[in-house]
Each structure stands twice: as structure tokens, then as C-alpha cells.
């Protein structure tokens, strides 16, 4: 079974700038999660999508939003980048009873 | 509120020594915990689980111990080995609203020297 898959892996933009990062959860998962990883700070939840539906939300200003297609794949949208939002963005995908989450590789967002 | 915390942020230890990790949570509607391993520039790596009715959980050198009534968590390493050395998150998930949410750790960051 192929894993999580995140695109692109890497990625430069400038301050007012937005991006939209993307990911493929593991076929028949249909739960998928965005983290952000910034040094000393863990992994912040963002957001859980199951079934094209916002389940979980963390706490994230507005400008970080996503969205799940009807085959699972989800978005993630950051408009008005600043410079703090450099960060590597985590995708991770579960199973409808699973507690296991299996993340992809992340996009390593840099914001000048 | 960090409900998970995982208060050493790193941690270095001798090859073939044991490394032990922590992690303390202050929910105690976690039901199952979880261990992460990651290395840097890939995403973290499922490692080990145990589900709150249990207080061991072994697979090979890794060894999960849970202590409900500290509410405590600590992951062995026996003997650690130089390809461990990544930074190390637990998790734990509850019931809310009809799945399991997941809260994770700031992680621990293990550096094993040869």
C-alpha cells in the first residue's frame, strides 16, 4: 500500500503571499490531519477532515484553511504568508477506527 | 493549554546504554497513548501504542510503560543505538465527539553517541 503522499515537498514564497499545500492519505483512509512543525514548538494540530468534512480544528488563525475532496485528498490553504509560518506542514492519514496516524513527508514551507 | 507535555527537550545517552523518555498528561480521558519517531526532513514514523487497560507494552528494544494514576508515560530504549538518535513525540487520543482526537507532545530529541 502506497503511504501519504504531500506535494510539493519544498517550497519559497513572500511575505503576502498565499499556498496551497496538497496531500493523498493511504487508499481507504479516510481521515486526514494537517500539523505544523516548528522548531521547539511540536507538532501543532491544525485541522482533521473526514469524509470532506471539518471535524477538528485547532488553533490557527483564519488564514489557514483546507479542504477534503470526495477521494480523501485534502488541501491546505495559508493566505497572507508571514514570515512565522515557515514551518514544515504535516500530513498524516488514518483509518475510520484506527488511533494510528501515518504521516507523509511534509512540505518544508520557507516565507522571505 | 498543553495537555500532553513532554518536558526534556533533549536528551543524550551512551550506545547500547538505556534511553528513557517521558511524557506526562493532564486529560485523563486519554484512553491510548502512542509513540512517534522522527527524523529530520521526513515525517514522524508510528513506533509503539498502549491502550489505557494496559501498563506494558513491549516490541523488541522498545518498551512503553503507562502509569494512570501519575498520568505519566515513558518510552524504553534498550540498548539504544546510534540510528536512534531523532526526536521522539508521544501522543494520546480520547473519545470526543464521536472519534478519536489526537493531542501530541512538543518531542524529546535523543541523541545517541557511539
Known amino acids: 500500500k502506497a503511504g501519504v503522499t504531500q506535494t510539493p515537498r519544498y517550497l519559497i514564497k513572500t511575505r503576502g503571499q498565499q499556498v496551497t499545500l496538497s496531500c493523498s492519505p493511504i487508499s481507504g483512509h479516510r481521515s486526514v490531519s494537517w500539523y505544523q512543525q516548528t522548531p521547539g514548538q511540536g507538532l501543532q494540530f491544525l485541522f482533521e477532515y473526514f469524509s470532506e468534512t471539518q471535524r477538528n480544528k485547532g488553533n490557527f488563525p483564519g488564514r489557514f484553511s483546507g479542504r477534503q475532496f470526495s477521494n480523501s485528498r485534502s488541501e491546505m490553504n495559508v493566505s497572507t504568508l508571514e514570515l512565522g509560518d515557515s514551518a514544515l506542514y504535516l500530513c498524516?492519514?488514518?483509518?475510520?477506527?484506527?488511533?494510528?496516524?501515518?504521516f507523509g513527508p511534509g512540505t518544508r514551507l520557507l516565507v522571505l | 493549554d498543553q495537555q500532553v507535555k513532554q518536558n526534556s527537550p533533549s536528551l543524550s545517552v551512551q550506545e547500547g546504554r538505556i534511553s528513557i523518555l517521558n511524557c506526562d498528561y493532564t486529560?485523563?480521558?486519554?484512553?491510548?497513548f502512542l509513540w512517534y519517531k522522527k527524523y529530520p526532513a521526513e515525517g514522524p514514523t508510528f513506533l509503539i501504542s498502549i491502550s489505557s487497560i494496559k501498563d506494558k507494552n513491549e516490541d523488541g528494544r522498545f518498551t512503553v510503560f503507562l502509569n494512570k494514576s501519575a498520568k505519566h508515560l515513558s518510552l524504553h530504549i534498550v540498548p539504544s543505538q546510534p540510528g536512534d538518535s531523532a526526536v521522539y513525540f508521544c501522543a494520546a487520543s480520547a473519545w470526543s465527539g464521536g472519534y478519536q482526537k489526537v493531542t501530541f507532545g512538543t518531542g524529546t530529541k535523543l541523541q545517541v553517541i557511539p
Open positions: 498524516a492519514s488514518r483509518g475510520v477506527t484506527q488511533e494510528t496516524q501515518y
Open positions: 486529560n485523563s480521558m486519554f484512553d491510548y
